[in-house]
């Protein structure tokens, strides 16, 4: 697999790090997950549990080894450092500063492992005066102004679906973490990833900084062409109660859509600028998508060349054959589901490993690696080291 050979040692907890070091454990890296020796990571007790195992710790930890290890003691850096000496890549998601004070930053990995890839994800990121302030995904979303673009009926801003912030900065920080290896391997260099949450999702706001680059103002909801101001970029109500959207700007797909109800006349329309200039088609589609079920729509819909889809749930999400074509549903000897692998590879492709460790399953086997004799081994057990 393309990772293959590459150690990882994962200093991160809930959804940024261990995401991020689980794709690298899906194609091929070793990774060995830090815990503490008494406070586990958090996610082994967040959520529905299946089999004794929570799913979401299940979701981001598979194919890992656990090291439980306290890193405030002197013994516990010891063995970190030992063991970075043998790694490719520190990954860590505590607030700026911590690992300075537990003595394990890039700076003093750096100094045993000259070559060491150390990559930090943090909300705010290593400096700027919000760098020390406590935020997950949602605070981030809000501080960036990513979350003011969806808002309710009555303009509320709502909770998004999904992390974006986590997610982004976990797959920004694969593509950094390649990139600072790639270089090793022409220089002999390692370096160091500073990436921020907030950053990431200032970055993808691309389609979205029109008027506040060109006009100094904010994205107005229902204004804007991707935030409902578009008759063919919405959402719509069926007659059962449930939704469809309609995803596509583009003349081609308006014009396809109203040939087909005989309506060519509102193509035109849905050609002007977002907003009121497009709420004639926009009202003609509403009471339409009202008169048939969604899943009525769905045939109606399936010979036209038109950016349209039901609004499904998670449960059907996965288990629409589109999902099971890519192998997104995988599941385990035990008949358990997990995520598939979204990284596609025509060579090597990743082999994901389905196991999520138990806590300090492997401090062992790890520390044997190291050259710990047994009784070594139990004395920093008996002292709470391991």
């Known amino acids: 697999m393309k990772l293959d050979g590459i150690r990882v040692l994962d200093l991160t907890q809930f959804l940024p790090g261990p995401f991020l070091t689980q794709m690298m454990a899906d ?27 929570s799913v979401y710790f299940a979701a981001t930890q598979r194919g890992k080894r656990s090291l439980t290890l306290d890193l405030k003691t002197a013994h516990g850096r010891e063995v970190f450092m030992k063991l970075a000496e043998r790694c490719d890549v520190v990954v860590e998601s505590f607030r700026p500063g911590v690992v300075g004070r537990l003595g394990v930053d890039y700076e003093a990995v750096r100094a045993v492992k000259g070559d060491i890839v150390y990559a930090s ?40 679906g999904l992390v974006a912030a986590d997610m982004l900065s976990a797959t920004l920080a694969l593509g950094a973490i390649a990139m600072a290896l790639l270089r090793r391997e022409r220089t002999g260099e390692g370096d160091y ?23 100094g103002v904010a994205p107005r909801s229902g204004s804007e062409r991707l935030l409902g101001g578009a008759a063919m970029y919405q959402i719509y109500e069926t007659s059962d109660g449930a939704h469809v959207v309609l995803a596509g700007t583009e003349a081609k797909f308006a014009q396809n859509l109203f040939r087909a109800l005989d309506r060519e006349d509102l193509a035109e329309i849905c050609e002007q600028p977002p907003g009121a200039e497009q709420r004639s088609a926009m009202e003609f589609l509403r009471e339409l998508f009202k008169t048939r079920t969604q899943a009525e729509w769905v045939q109606w819909f399936e010979p036209l060349d038109v950016c349209f889809a039901p609004v499904n749930d998670l449960r059907q999400g996965f288990d629409h054959p589109q999902a099971s074509s890519r192998d997104m549903l995988l599941k385990d000897g035990q008949g358990h589901e997990h995520i598939g692998v979204p990284i596609k590879f025509a060579r090597e492709p990743a082999q994901p490993r ?25 004395d920093l057990r008996e002292r709470g080291i391991v």
């Open 27 to 53: 194609h091929g890296a070793e990774v060995v997950k830090v815990e503490h020796p008494r406070r586990p990571e958090p996610t082994r007790t967040i959520g529905s549990e299946r089999g004794g195992v």
């Open 354 to 378: 389905l196991h999520a460790p138990a806590h300090g399953e492997h401090t062992d086997s790890i520390l044997r690696e190291l050259g710990y004799e047994p009784s070594e081994i139990a």
């Open 121 to 160: 994800i943090s909300a705010f990121g290593q400096d700027g005066p919000w760098k020390d302030r406590p935020a997950h995904d949602l605070a981030v979303s809000a501080m960036s102004g990513v979350l003011a673009n969806s808002r309710d009926e009555s303009g509320r801003p709502v909770i998004p």
């Open 193 to 215: 990833v500073d990436l921020a949450m907030m950053d990431s999702l200032l970055a993808a706001s691309a389609n979205n900084v029109g008027p506040v680059f060109a006009e």
